[in-house]
């Protein structure tokens, strides 16, 4: 069956680089998109960009100038790295494929 | 960007009442193929969101048949007939036509 499974580390030190990994089975990468959302503590979603099933790579024009998308299609994993993060960055941050969703990862931004 | 705004519940809403989610963008998300690129996800306490609704009015699989999405190209509506309680959490709507995906702010749903 489908499944998306983020990875990461759960504190960052403000300033410093967010890398996450989203692990996926039951479909391949080179046939679906795969998007990363976050949700802030108690507030609702946004949408920070997408890999898709060829390669290509769309952001957030808010987010774009920190934020890269990546991929390893033999692993069946895709990665986000944001940096200059600031405590404004702490939320779960999901990966999904629009109609299945991972369950999440909490990361908090703070020294 | 398109906006995604929706609308408020009155809530609590009785158990076995009805309750619809109302959702405005701000340009049409019908396409030329016919097709319009509405989604409606629910989220529970503590989950991710779940697809429900796709294409403005198709339901996801396994997704009860109380749900029911409709609407134009402008204004969507979810409605929820005889809510129970596994209907407990916050709504939102998102538009797919184009990049950035946008989502509304979410309408939380409360049960009585």
């Known amino acids: 069956q489908v499944q998306l499974k983020e990875s990461g580390p759960g504190l960052v030190q403000p300033s410093q680089t967010l890398s996450l990994t989203c692990t996926v089975s039951?479909?391949?990468?080179?046939?679906?998109?795969v998007h990363w959302v976050r949700q802030p503590p108690g507030k609702g979603l946004e949408w920070m960009g997408r890999?898709?099933?060829?390669?290509?790579?769309s952001y957030n024009s808010a987010l774009k100038s920190r934020l890269s998308i990546s991929r390893d299609t033999s692993k069946n994993q895709v990665f986000l790295k944001m940096n200059s993060l600031q405590t404004d960055d702490t939320g779960t941050y999901y990966c999904t494929r629009e109609d299945y969703w991972g369950q999440g990862v909490m990361v908090t931004v703070s020294s | 960007d398109i906006v995604m705004t929706q609308g408020a519940l009155p809530n609590p809403v009785p158990s076995g009442e009805s309750a619809s989610i109302t959702c405005q963008s701000s340009k049409s998300l019908l396409h030329s193929n016919g097709k319009t690129y509405l989604n409606w996800y629910l989220q529970r306490p503590g989950q991710s969101p779940q697809l429900l609704i796709y294409w403005m009015s198709t339901r996801a699989s396994g997704v009860s048949d109380r749900f029911s999405g409709s609407g134009s190209g402008t204004d969507f509506t979810l409605k929820i007939s005889s809510v129970e309680a596994e209907d407990v959490g916050v709504y939102y709507c998102q538009q797919f036509l184009e990049y950035p995906r946008t989502f509304g702010g979410g309408t939380k749903l409360e049960l009585k």
């Open positions: 890999m898709r099933y060829n390669g290509d790579t």
């Open positions: 039951g479909f391949s990468l080179t046939s679906y998109n």
